[in-house]
């Protein structure tokens, strides 16, 4: 699993697309950034697997997450 800013998830698609990185996460979770559709794009090409975009805070944890239907987020209502 990896786990990563959307930023640096981006640049390690870039690096994986290049062949300067050869990683193969089965699960790829997003947070504390803006996960944009070019960066998800970007991520799914290189890693195979579309990134699961999750909203956190520091004070409070998860907050939200997408499914496997990468459709938006769930909240964790007992939060």
Wanted: glycine fraction near 12%.
């Amino acid at each position: 699993m990896l786990i990563g800013y959307a930023s640096m998830i981006r640049v390690l698609a870039e690096e994986q697309l290049a062949g300067r990185l050869q990683i193969a996460p089965r699960a790829v979770n997003s947070a504390s950034e803006v996960l944009s559709g070019a960066a998800r794009g970007l991520a799914t090409r290189a890693g195979g697997v579309p990134p699961f975009d999750v909203y956190a805070a520091t004070e409070t944890g998860g907050i939200a997450a997408e499914c496997a239907h990468h459709t938006g987020m769930h909240p964790f209502e007992d939060r």
